[in-house]
Nanobody, 124 residues
Framework: QVELVESGGGSVQAGGSLRLSCAASGVAVDTIYVSWFRQVPGKEREGVAAIAGGTSYADSVMGRFTIPRDNIKNTLYLQINSLKPEDTGLYYC????????????????????WGQGTQVTVSS
């Protein structure tokens, strides 16, 4: 059974940084496609970063977000720098472990497993 558990969210001021963690069990994160998404009420879920063959980032976070991975700890991270109020949202990690249609690295339908999310709130 694959389980993903996010942590590290919080409330920060604009310009600050956060590092989100996604601890995985049941699968090795260096053998699968993994990603981070964020959700804001009333808006579509947005893929922000992924390791899926290569590394992909949404245009809105390019240069500010990175997606490092610790294979020994079996943990995926999202390093968020230069935070903006529009980065506020519930951040989820996701994993693609088994097959099915592939819609691209930043499309939610590509992924089979999701964590419960961790909230990031950025104040101006």
């Amino acid at each position: 059974q694959v389980e993903l558990v996010e942590s590290g969210g919080g409330s920060v001021q604009a310009g600050g940084s956060l590092r989100l963690s996604c601890a995985a069990s049941g699968v090795a994160v260096d053998t699968i496609y993994v990603s981070w998404f964020r959700q804001v009420p009333g808006k579509e879920r947005e893929g922000v970063a992924a390791i899926a063959g290569g590394t992909s980032y949404a245009d809105s976070v390019m240069g500010r977000f990175t997606i490092p991975r610790d294979n020994i700890k079996n943990t995926l991270y999202l390093q968020i720098n230069s935070l903006k109020p529009e980065d506020t949202g519930l951040y989820y990690c996701a994993a693609r472990w088994y097959g099915g249609p592939y819609y691209g690295p930043l499309r939610g339908a590509t992924y089979n497993y999701w964590g419960q999310g961790t909230q990031v709130t950025v104040s101006s």
